[in-house]
């Protein structure tokens, strides 16, 4: 037998794993390669990897014994029943100690199954999110790695080297936790990015339907904003979409495209995520919706002949709304992040995860489609306070909230007045309402639970914890019923 010289295997030769090995082999690593359909493999020695530290396997055996130790396997093949089967594939070759990292779009609940699994077979498991697309894969993802944490230091210089790095150098990579903490992380990022995108579209919305502004000019606004607060990759490419035009026909492309959005689920699965853990997470929770809705195309179209709003009329400043609007953006932006968070320490808690938050903010800085500059204020937000509550609290974006919400009301109801709707911009200042009020009327709320279901109250002039039922119409009983909380 030949002696072992690759240091990593990949499994899963399509576009994203492909790129992930020649980003590896670029920064060092000799890279084995498998793929079920081996000609795949072939095809990619001999082609994009030709005269690269390559070691391609016709199977998982040879894969195996090509690997130096402890052995490293990355899988990038679909999500679902075909990781099952490429691990089922591999287990008996593989020897305690070996560490098998995921870096498909797996959901985090299957993760924590694996790595439980592999860990009573003393296989360390590594679940991993990539984000960044295709050219990330190739020339600097974010990775979102999570697990076993005896895996980490074999598996950390080759990720760090291969990750996105930020001005000063640093990965965009970093251990997120055990278990499916990295996967978890990875889809909260995908939640998060449902928001920003649906925050950009209102934007869009608002200054066309408000302001009947061309894509040209809309261009020019985007530019403008990407150079301030809202600097971010999302909103530099919204600027580029806006000025290309269809060659054909020289109309902007973005005119021409049907409105009806798709969805793979990940935005979906967030806020499931949010609603099993109690956690408001209407930005995103809204953003998912606002895609379905745009989907009932049809049905939309018909009922546009028949229910009518208000004439849209706006007569105040152009310019002051763009900067009310740039504003409006920023703030709810703040809370759709402050929102993820949460979830992401809400999660933690019930899953006993210990979750890197600074690390989180820091490998989302760069790489990934959500990468801005303001995340680099949430690290330093982190940094400063690792235990703090909720980010709209950390002083920096308490100052910023309070600077933007003139604004931003101004916005909402400018978009409420006119008819334009803007579900992510005006659920992140309920939220925000919401937050900051001591006293919500969910006093009235427990009453009316109280009056029908005897689900039974606390009163503000008696310590928490001390519960009172009321017979309200004096016909019920005095019995309570048991109290239970979601
Ligand atoms: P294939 O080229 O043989 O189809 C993305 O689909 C990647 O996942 C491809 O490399 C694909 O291999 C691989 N893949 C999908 N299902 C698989 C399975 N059940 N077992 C192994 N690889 C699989």
Redesign the pocket.
């Given at each position: 037998m030949t002696t072992p010289t690759a240091d990593i295997g990949l499994?899963?030769?399509?576009v994203m794993?492909e790129n992930l090995v020649l980003n590896m082999e670029s920064h060092g690593s000799t890279v084995a390669v498998y793929?079920?359909?081996t000609s795949?493999v072939d095809e990619f020695v001999n082609g994009r990897g030709k005269g690269k530290k390559l070691v391609g396997a016709h199977t998982v055996q040879d894969l195996v014994a090509s690997l130096k130790r402890p052995r490293k396997i990355m899988i990038?093949?679909?999500a679902g029943?075909?990781v099952d089967?490429?691990i089922e594939e591999l287990l008996p070759f593989l020897e305690p100690g070996d560490i098998l990292i995921d870096g498909g779009n797996t959901h985090f609940p299957d993760t924590t199954r694996r790595a439980k699994d592999l860990k009573a077979k003393g296989i360390l498991f590594v679940g991993t999110g990539v984000s960044g697309g295709e050219e990330g894969a190739l020339k600097g993802p974010s990775i979102m790695p999570g697990g076993d944490p005896e895996a980490w230091p074999s598996v950390k210089p080759i990720f760090q080297a291969i990750a996105a790095k930020v001005d000063d150098g640093t990965p965009c990579c970093d251990w997120v936790g055990p278990e499916g903490a990295g996967h978890f992380v990875k889809m909260v990022h995908n939640g998060i990015e449902y928001g920003d995108m649906q925050l950009i579209c209102e934007a869009y919305d608002l200054m066309k339907t408000l302001l009947g502004l061309k894509p040209a000019e809309m261009h020019d606004v985007f530019a403008r904003w990407n150079k301030g607060v809202l600097d971010s990759y999302l909103v530099e490419i919204t600027r580029d979409i806006l000025a290309y035009n269809d060659p054909d026909s020289g109309t902007p492309m973005v005119d021409l495209i049907l409105d009806a959005a798709g969805q793979k689920g990940t935005g979906k699965w967030t806020v499931v995520s949010a609603l099993d853990t109690g956690t408001p997470l209407t930005l995103i929770g809204e953003a998912v919706f606002a895609r379905c809705l745009s989907s009932q195309k049809d049905e939309r179209v018909e009922a546009a002949k028949v229910l009518s709003g208000p004439k849209t009329k706006y007569e105040g400043d152009p310019k002051t709304l763009i900067d009310d609007i740039e504003m409006a953006l920023y703030a709810s932006k703040v809370i759709s992040y402050a929102q993820g968070y949460a979830l992401m320490n809400a999660m933690g808690k019930e899953a006993g995860w210990e979750i890197n938050n600074g690390g989180v903010a820091l490998m989302w800085r760069g790489g990934c489609i959500i990468r801005s500059a303001f995340l680099g204020k949430i690290k330093e937000a982190f940094d400063k306070n690792p235990k703090l509550t909720n980010l709209v609290l950390d002083p920096y974006f308490t100052g910023e909230l309070l600077r933007a919400q003139e604004g931003w009301r101004r916005v909402c109801a400018a978009a409420v007045t006119n008819g334009v709707p803007i579900p992510a911009m005006s659920s992140a200042l309920a939220y925000f309402d919401g937050y900051r009020s001591d006293r919500l009327p969910a006093n009235l709320l427990q009453a009316q639970r109280d009056f029908f279901g005897a689900h039974t109250y606390e009163r503000t002039d008696k310590p928490r914890g001390q519960y009172f039922h009321t017979n309200w119409t004096g016909r019920g009983g005095t019995t309570s019923s048991t109290s239970y909380n979601v």
């Open positions: 499994i899963g030769l399509a794993g793929n079920r359909t795949k990038m093949v679909k029943s075909a089967a490429v």
